[in-house]
């Protein structure tokens, strides 16, 4: 077997019951839950998760979900704002409602600020780092 039959090999996709699984490992708060949902055996879960193959296709599609999922959320911020502003403006709910609305509103809207004002120290650090290589010359004599 030469060098390249053993790269196929070692990265094939995974099979129809390796994407269930992986799917339930996703959607289950237990492997036991999981594997069960995927009806495959104890044994074989557990193989499949100490495979390499199957780690790295299940972290790919772990990470894909978790930027479908972000993205998702993040196209839904305005209507979750829209609705905080509206429960905290309603004078028919509880005060606790209302204060707790406003927690939030401010929690998170600290939060981001402080998001803002670390990136924009990245940014110039980055910019900075860059303007010195830029600058450095090397002396060969």
């Keep these: 077997m030469n060098g390249i039959d053993r790269v196929k090999i070692k990265n094939k ?6 994407l269930t699984f ?8 237990t ?13 074989t879960a557990y193989k499949w998760l100490k495979e390499p193959n199957f780690q790295m ?7 894909d979900f978790l930027k479908n999922t972000t993205a998702k959320l993040q196209a839904n911020t305005l209507r979750a ?12 709910l509880s005060a ?3 204060v707790q609305c406003i927690r939030t509103l401010l929690e998170y809207s600290y939060k981001g ?24 010359t090397i002396d060969l004599l």
């Design 113 to 136: 600020t402080v998001i803002e004002d670390i990136q924009e120290r990245l940014d110039k650090l980055e910019k900075q780092e860059n303007n010195n290589e830029d600058n450095v």
């Design 96 to 98: 606790s409602a209302r």
């Design 81 to 92: 704002v829209d609705t905080l502003l509206n429960i905290m403006e309603n004078e028919d």
């Design 13 to 18: 996709e995974p099979t129809n019951k390796q």
């Design 57 to 63: 296709h299940y972290k790919k599609l772990r990470l």
């Design 31 to 43: 492997i036991t839950q999981a594997y069960k949902k995927a009806k495959i055996s104890e044994k």
């Design 22 to 29: 992986m799917f339930a490992l996703l959607s289950e708060p």
